[in-house]
């Protein structure tokens, strides 16, 4: 997906306005005028932000009632069996995956570019924010939710992003990354 082809013509922020939240801002990303994607988060867990795509959580069956729970339920949800506490997969790192993004930037020129546009338009929008009179955006059904937000996937971001950089080497720390893929 080069620029060219399929250009990001549109970023939307919605800042949280919580600095005791590590997600400091919603946001929509709509491509070529005609696709957008909804729900990329901006997270700052102390260092450096990053761009969290939309995910959902993964989940298994109950053996006993085939109910869906989540991976990290230690109880099923449905008829109360005691669930085997590590049966999350793993990466090839050995790391437990709770969550899948649901869009995500496959190589690394698109996840340039998203980075890029997401953050300039965050911090556009950070700085409109300290004009008297500013109104938020408001995105309607993406204004909360306790599904928005969830402490242990923000960790497991985290670790991805450090070890991501570690990957890069080299490459200079921007203090901002691109989850995904
Ligand atoms: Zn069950």
Redesign the pocket.
Known sequence: MAAGEFPITEVRVKLTGDSQSKVRAFCSVTLADRFVIRDVKIIDGGRGAFIAMPSRKLTDK?D????KNHLRALY?N????RLDPDRAGRDAAGRVRLHADLAHPINSACRIELHRAVLQAYDEEIERSKQEGYVPPSFDDLDGGDDLYDEQYVVDLQRRQVERQRQRGAEPDQGFAVEGA
């Not at 006993?64 to 109910?67: E, L, Q, W």
Request: charged letters at 10%; hydrophobic letters at 10%.
């Open positions: 109950c006993r009632c085939h109910h099923c449905q008829c109360g069996a």
